[in-house]
């Protein structure tokens, strides 16, 4: 199964690390967003698309280069995300567009990563000075992604 993972990991490259970890079991290709072209979809099996969480959604980026995609016929699709909460509820705003777009989601993965959340400014810094999940996403985030990679398989 020739397969792609699409990942914008912007700030710690937390969801990178996750993708590359998924992408040693499936023998994936990881790239940006910006270094795949729309038409390039139709040559793999498998499409993972994955970033970090901003404001309980993927990055504008991810959802901007769904949008210029064209309709696909069946494709499969994995859909991933690391961020302070970790929850896969998380990815299903993505999931939507993705399914509008004709794919067939078969795998939905999220982990919880170190998040300085700049968000919640001054207040985050007293509360939290060293951000959240520290350490996050570890050893055992790592073994979780290869796992949910090898049920892709």
């Known amino acids: ?13 937390n969801t990178r690390k996750i993708a590359e970890a998924m992408a040693s079991v499936l023998k994936a290709k990881v790239a940006n967003p910006s270094e795949v072209s729309p038409e390039d979809i139709s040559k793999y099996d498998l499409v993972g698309f994955g970033s ?8 504008k980026s991810m959802f901007d280069f769904v949008e210029r995609l064209p309709k696909q016929a069946g494709r499969k699709a994995l859909v991933f995300s690391t ?3 970790g929850k896969t509820s ?3 705003a993505l999931k939507s567009k993705l399914e509008e777009k004709g794919f067939e989601i078969v795998g939905n993965f999220s982990c919880r990563a170190f998040d300085h959340m700049p968000y919640l400014g001054f ?13 996050k996403p ?8 290869r796992k949910f990679a090898e049920g892709l398989r």
Do not use: Q, W
Request: net charge neutral; proline share 2%.
């Open 52 to 59: 970090g969480i901003n404001g309980f959604r993927h990055y």
């Open 90 to 92: 998380y990815n299903d």
């Open 138 to 145: 570890d050893g055992e985030d790592f073994r979780n992604a």
């Open 83 to 85: 961020c302070g909460g």
């Open 123 to 135: 207040i985050g810094k007293i509360f939290f000075p060293n951000g959240i999940n520290v350490g």
């Open 1 to 13: 199964m020739k397969t792609l993972i699409i990942v914008e990991s912007l700030f710690h490259r």
